[in-house]
Each structure stands twice: as structure tokens, then as C-alpha cells.
């Protein structure tokens, strides 16, 4: 064999210009400051901290003695959980879907938005995704050579696209327009008269509307997030993706859905059945149960965010952060004090006191002069995070 023959294998271009998840780098500066003894108080990534509902545990311990679970799961989801999933919306958001036709499980909600993206997307096609966003909302459209347009999400427009903004050349190309409100990571809700010009907007211009309504529990003071079907001829344009991982707490079990009409489910079951399996079916028993068990379990989850949300509001106005309280998710959404970028402020707070917040530059390019903050620390914790900024002397003048 010949040893001077050099091997070069290399991933495709599409892997290789993807950018570094920023959270990867996040957990490179934690590891460094575990290194040097830091007790870390960790308020970068969403992950719910608390433990899912016993009910549900319990059903995925049943489901595992039963030899059925042990094959593979069906693709669309067990016409069970698409029944239990139809009644949980109509129930929940007062809409109608068939269960038959018009509802697509998932392996947790992030593959769906991911998938959706690549079975819509020709290349060259624009997508619109504000920004500031939850990173996976781009990543499909990327990896099927589509081209993204940001809209800016800023305090000045309350965290909402400004529709009149989007030239109608983009308008014109556009295929999709994904939102998400509840949103992440600045909190914001979108009122009914958004939803509806927004519906307007996709029904005009043709474009496939993609509600992200993974927060659509995680909400405060009687507030009540819709659903984009709650809007007169959204079903007509719109598909609506939901997660277990924050209501239930169930964000290590992989189990969301997508529903809309059956032109749409049919696509985008078309990309996952050539692609995967549905989520386990020990999973998917679990799913049942925790949609059909009293909602007390998930106010209990909600009404433990709240009174965190307190702490940390109060927190940072003592620090000097005027900021806006929102209804709904567990994030807070703060201005970097001046002459900091996201990242160095970022870096400097973790440094000084062993407090994670995530940089607003993972969520885009426009939003580096902000950092988000997640409630999924005990109050104990978030008490003594405030009394380490404070001690540190980082305020926002
Ligand atoms: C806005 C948004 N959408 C979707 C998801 C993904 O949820 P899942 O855990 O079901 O994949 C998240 C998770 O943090 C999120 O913040």
C-alpha cells in the first residue's frame, strides 16, 4: 500500500459553513471556570429543572413491560396519542384537528421545525424568520439551500415583525414565515390583531406559516397564548408545531407534534418517513398519559416559574435593568451594559461570578447587544445568583 497516498474525506459544504452552536461554546467557558473551582449557577440553556410528573413516569414504566413497545414505532404517531392530542388542542386552545389526517408526532419538536423546513424549501427559495430566534428556526432552511430574510424583533415594535418593513420582492419569493410566540428568548406574546394581519400577510403573498407554540403553557397572570388556528383561514396557510419538553417537563424524552392541514402533515411526514422512526412508543404512552392527567401537574410547574419570575424581576431592577416583565416563557430578555458585546459581557459575568447567561449573539446577528436570562435555577440559587452580581458590582447604568 502506498503510505505517501494522502486521505482527505470531508464533510459536505453545508456541514462544514454551519456555524458553531454557540451553546458548544457556552459549555467550553462553563468547563473552564468548573476548572478553576467556580460553583456555577446556571441560567444559559431552557432546560426545566424539575422532575415529569409522576403519572407519566409511571405510564413509561408500564409501557416498557409490554413487548409491543419494543419494535419500531409507528411513523405518524399511535392514532391513541393523535386522539389524545386532538382533544389536549380542542380542550386547551378551543381548535378543531382530525386526528387522522391533520396531526404529525415527533421526536421532540426541534427535528419537526427542522424537517418542515427541508420539505418545503427549493434552493434559492427566501424564508422570514425574526430575529432575535431560536437558532433550529434557520438551520433546515440552510441545510436545503434556501436563503433566510430576518425581520428584527427589537423593544421599540414589542418584540413583533414589522410586516410593512418586508420589501415585496421578499414578500414574493418568501415560502415560509416561521414565528414563535411565546417567544424565545425575548418573552414576548403576540397579540390577536398580529396573528390576524399576519395570516393576512402569508394568504397574500402564498407563503406557508410556521407558529412555534413550544411555550404555549408556559404562561403567567391569566394570560393565554392563541393558536395561529384560533385565526380566521390560518389553516388554510399555517402549520402549528408544539413540544411536551416545557409543559410536562419532559424535555430528555423527545416527544412533540405538528398539526395543520393534511397537504401540509402529508409533506412533512413524507420527509420523516424516509428519514426516521416515530418517537419510541414507550414515549409515546407516556405522551398519552401526560396530556390526560389532571392539568393541575403543569400549573404546579408554572406556578413554581412564577414565583422565580418575582425573584429575578425584582433582581435585576435592583441591579439597575428597567425592564418590561412578560406573561409568558421562562426567559428574560436584557440589554448588555455599554461597551460590551454579548459575548465579552457574557464571559466577564461567568469570570467574576460563576453566573451562565447566554449571550444574545446565539440567537442572530441583530441581537448582540442583548443577553437572555432562564429561570431554571430554585429560588435559593437565583437568590444567592442576585447577591453574587451585586457583590461583583455588575449593574446596568
Ligand atoms: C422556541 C423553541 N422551539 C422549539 C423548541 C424545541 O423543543 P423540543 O425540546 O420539543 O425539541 C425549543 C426548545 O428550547 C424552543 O425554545
Redesign the pocket.
Known sequence: MNKTCSINIRPSDKVTKLPKYIFAELDEWKEEAREKGADLIDLGI?NPDGATPRPVVEAALKAIQNPVSHGYPSFKGKIELREAIADWVKRRYNVEVNPKTEIQT?I??????ANVAMAFTNPGDINIVPDPY?P??SRGTWVASGEIYHVPLTDENNYLPDLDSIPISVAKRAKMFII?YP??PTGATAPREFLEKLVEFCRKYNILLIS?L??GEVCYDNYRPLSIFSIEGAKDVAME?H????TFNM?GW???FACGKKEFIDALSAMKNNLDYGTSTIVQDAAIEALNMPYSYVQEIMDGYNARREIVAQGFNKLGWKMKRSSATMYFWLKVPKGYTSKEFCKYVIDKTGVVFTPGIAFGDMSDDHFRVSIVQPPERLKEAFQRLQNAGIRYE
Not at 243 to 246: I, L
Open positions: 431552557g415527533l421532540g419538536e426541534k427535528e419537526g421545525l431560536y433550529v428556526l414563535n417567544n424565545n412555534d413550544a411555550y408545531f413540544s411536551f419538553s416545557k424535555a423527545r416527544v412533540g
